[in-house]
């Protein structure tokens, strides 16, 4: 199994003149959850995006397998997989077209989606929303399609912005499920979220945006 | 193989139907009203219509590609393309042919009925089709730059033209002269080199400029 260690050192982040949020350390590794937890605001979804490498940083830097993520040859994205809040999905194709389309572009695992899609789409329960249009979906069965991507890649690194968000009781206990499957495989997950659901978790870790601490 | 990622672009026309006729709605209401404006004096009228064709493209082209990466950017697809191991850069080479194909292409296509609109002789008619053709697929690629760079501002209706339509201008020259050379009975082929090559030159390095555009546009 690879290892893979995340490590935010200082990381400073403004926007135009506004700080989001300064001196943010914590580091990770195989097995663990970040619960990165703070009021709206806070600068969770800008820590989120900078540990993709799509935010720049003012201060500080970001490691993974102590190679900077903005050096070049730092191929971290072949090991990552961020969902946003948006939900990467296009209005105009249709539930299986999307998923296929972001299987596309996921090279960790080529074809399983394909030649077994119901599978995938019986796990969050929205086979019967296979052919219809995303734009036809309601929120939370979007945020389900969204996040079915989770099941067929085979990438370590989760990096999750409020997966939770529009879900209903029993996709949030499936998903909860999924993670647990995913920390027991020995992968990592990033995690901003409202819902303290670490009780489910046995290594868990803090980040509050509030102040800078980490509790183990 | 891609099939699908032809497909994405493809519906987007396809089951948006109104991305294909707007264009083409437009350029006829603008280019119908034209006589109206002008009065009814034919010959005055064949010399400016090739201009007016022209002007109409530009604003044409600029209704469809200003507004072009917004979509995928508030869908949180551009992120999801950025944070991807995959190389996008033939996707977004894909995404401008596409947009051409479907709104521009089909305006080109009905050019012959504008002529005979507008008593345009067959020999400036195809001078026209030519410069249009390699002349349309820059404007294009050159509106998508722009709507790339101001991608990430929330209010960029007027900014992305603004940037843009500069760099028009040597497509605008080079067809307006090959224009003029024909209607006088000059030779015009150096033009239509000269925007063979500037296709040739922004085509191919337009992607790679793109991918470079929407990472630093993300990161408002």
């Given at each position: ?19 989001i ?5 914590f ?23 900078s ?18 993520i ?33 299987n ?23 086979s ?31 990096v ?20 647990l ?36 | ?19 294909i ?35 109409t ?8 590609s200003?507004?072009f ?5 508030n ?128 085509l ?17």
């Amino acid at each position: 199994m690879k290892n893979i260690d995340i490590l935010v050192d200082n990381a400073t982040c403004l926007r135009g003149d506004n700080l989001i949020f300064d001196n943010i350390s914590f580091n990770l590794s195989n097995g663990e959850i970040l619960f990165i937890m703070g009021p709206n605001g806070c600068g969770k979804t800008t820590l989120i995006r900078s540990l993709c490498g799509i935010q720049h940083l003012e201060n500080g830097c970001i490691k993974i397998n102590n190679v900077n993520i903005n050096n070049p040859e730092c191929n971290f994205l072949e090991n990552l997989v961020y969902i946003g809040h948006n939900d990467s999905l296009s209005e105009n194709l249709t539930t299986y077209e999307n998923l296929e389309y972001l299987n596309k572009f996921d090279l960790s695992n080529k074809d399983e989606f394909i030649s077994n899609p119901n599978k995938f789409l019986k796990f969050f329960d929205i086979s019967k929303y296979k052919n219809y249009l995303v734009s036809e979906l309601s929120q939370g069965n979007k945020k389900k399609v969204a996040l079915s991507r989770l099941l067929f890649t085979n990438k370590k690194i989760w990096v999750l912005d409020e997966p939770l968000s529009f879900l209903d009781e029993d996709s949030k206990n499936n998903l909860i499920k999924l993670f647990l499957d995913h920390i027991t495989n020995g992968g990592l997950i990033v995690t901003s979220t409202h819902i303290d659901f670490s009780n489910y978790f046995e290594k868990s870790k803090y980040l509050n945006m509030k102040g800078i601490n980490i509790n183990e | 193989m891609n099939s699908i990622i032809f497909k994405k672009e493809i519906y987007t026309y396809f089951r948006n139907l109104n991305y294909i006729f707007l264009p083409l709605i437009f350029f006829f209401l603008v280019i119908s009203i034209f006589p109206l404006v002008i009065g009814p004096n034919k010959s005055l009228i064949a010399k400016i219509i090739p201009g007016i064709i022209w002007i109409t493209i530009i604003f044409t082209s600029l209704l469809s590609s200003s507004n072009f990466f917004k979509d995928d950017y508030n869908n949180g697809i551009i992120e999801m393309y950025l944070t991807s191991e995959k190389s996008i850069e033939f996707i977004l080479f894909l995404k401008i042919i596409i947009c051409w194909f479907f709104t521009i292409f089909p305006i080109i296509i009905f050019i012959p009925i504008v002529s005979i609109m507008f008593n345009i002789s067959l020999h400036t008619l195809t001078t026209i089709f030519l410069t249009l053709l390699l002349g349309t697929p820059v404007l294009v690629s050159i509106g998508i730059f722009g709507s790339a760079l101001t991608m990430g501002i929330s209010k960029n209706n007027i900014l992305g033209p603004i940037i843009t339509v500069p760099f028009y201008i040597p497509v605008l020259i080079f067809s307006a002269s090959a224009i003029e050379s024909v209607s006088n009975g000059l030779p015009y082929d150096l033009q239509i080199y000269v925007l063979l090559s500037i296709l040739l030159l922004i085509l191919p390095t337009m992607p790679y400029l793109l991918k470079y555009t929407l990472r630093i546009s993300i990161n408002n």
